[in-house]
Each structure stands twice: as C-alpha cells, then as structure tokens.
T-cell receptor, first 112, second 117 residues
Framework: GEDVEQSLFLSVREGDSSVINCTYT??????LYWYKQEPGAGLQLLTY?????DMKQDQRLTVLLNKKDKHLSLRIADTQTGDSAIYFC????????????FGQGTTLQVKP | GAVVSQHPSWVICKSGTSVKIECRSL??????MFWYRQFPKQSLMLMAT?????????EQGVEKDKFLINHASLTLSTLTVTSAHPEDSSFYIC?????????????FGPGTRLLVL
C-alpha cells in the first residue's frame, strides 16, 4: 500500500465539490480505479481510467490522470450526504496478474 | 456493474473451529479471484490470489495451511479459516476479476465479518 498514497480525511459541505487526490509511484500502471466503501460493506467500483487517458467523466464523477506527475484525482460534483464514505484509489500494474495496489483510503465527511 | 456475492455475511464461532466463506461471481466467469482482509480503519490487505483449477498464490506472511483456498469453478472460490483463533477475527472481502477484451475491472463482494470467541 505504501506505493499508492492518499490523504486520510476530507470534509466538505453538502452541495460543494469534493476532490480526492491520489499519487502513485509505478509508471507501469495500466488501469487506475476508484472504489467507495460504506461502513460495514464491501467495495463498490465507482469508476476507472485506462492509463492512456487524461480524463473520464461519469455523471457527477470526474477522474483526472496526470501520468507525468503520477497523480490521480476524483472530483465529486454537488456532494451529497450519501457520498460520505471511504474512497480508495487502486492501480493495476502491467504484468501483475490483476493484483490491485490500494491506497490507504480517504474518509469523506459531508456536512449538511 | 457485475455482482459478486459472499456467504455468510456474519459468522461467530468458537476458537478452534473452522469457518468456510464462499465468494461467487453471479453474472460473469472469473478465472481469478482475490481474498482480502481488512482491519478497522485500514486499507485492504491482499491475502491470496485464487486461480480456477490451480493452487492459490499466497502473499508473504499468509499461512496457506491456515487459510485454505479452493477455486473449483469459474464462479466460486472458497476461503476456509482452519482452527480459528480470536486474532483471526476480521472483515474478509473477496473480489473477482473480469477481463473483457482490453478492459479489466475487479468487483468486490460485500464482505464477511468473522468473530472468533
């Protein structure tokens, strides 16, 4: 997990945008993912981006990838209280037989 | 998205007993599944890679005789915690790898919470 870094906590007001950041170290990453985990539940795949893309948008979610800086971000527009959860970024490296390398997770707190 | 189920969702057992957890991919076939363990407020720790029709690959420090993995079909992997002890109490999550052409995604089960008394 130490090769993928995330800040641990983010607090926003309902209706604001949230930006969760992630940095990684291995340039052989092929896919990068964002997962959401609610208390006591498994991980829900939110979105993913292939390493040759810069941006991907899916409704309220926007993923930005800066390969040069090895930086990935997830922007949630119009954040709602239901978005409160832990968000994990993860990468798959080339030749890694599908093993995901996870960040520590960012706890997003949305205040009404 | 694809669905992965786990059973049971909750299990309480006495120390020394064995517990089997099932992981199923419901709408796709998965030649590869993964088993993770998660401690409170921590990220997921990969325990092993489960390969259909062959032996599992365990991560360093994970006892293969204690955590038995069987992947007998393309939709089912099982994790058996043998002779469970209180330190094995944890949240166990499986995932299934879905490879569709150039696209690769991994879908997670809802997790199994194990409490060993």
């Amino acid at each position: 997990g130490e090769d993928v870094e995330q800040s641990l906590f983010l607090s926003v007001r309902e209706g604001d945008s949230s930006v969760i950041n992630c940095t990684y170290t291995d340039s052989s990453s092929t896919y990068l993912y964002w997962y959401k985990q609610e208390p006591g539940a498994g991980l829900q795949l939110l979105t993913y981006i292939f390493s040759n893309m810069d941006m991907k948008q899916d409704q309220r979610l926007t993923v930005l990838l800066n390969k040069k800086d090895k930086h990935l971000s997830l922007r949630i527009a119009d954040t709602q209280t239901g978005d409160s959860a832990i968000y994990f970024c993860a990468e798959i490296r080339s030749g890694n037989t599908g093993k995901l390398i996870f960040g520590q997770g960012t706890t997003l707190q949305v205040k009404p | 998205g694809a669905v992965v189920s786990q059973h049971p969702s909750w299990v309480i057992c006495k120390s020394g007993t064995s517990v089997k957890i099932e992981c199923r991919s419901l709408d796709f076939q998965a030649t590869t599944m993964f088993w993770y363990r998660q401690f409170p407020k921590q990220s997921l720790m990969l325990m092993a890679t489960s390969n259909e029709g062959s032996k599992a690959t365990y991560e360093q420090g994970v006892e293969k005789d204690k955590f038995l993995i069987n992947h007998a079909s393309l939709t089912l992997s099982t994790l058996t915690v043998t002779s469970a002890h209180p330190e094995d109490s944890s949240f166990y999550i499986c995932s299934a790898r879905d490879v569709d052409g150039k696209q690769e995604t991994q879908y997670f089960g809802p997790g199994t919470r194990l409490l060993v008394l």
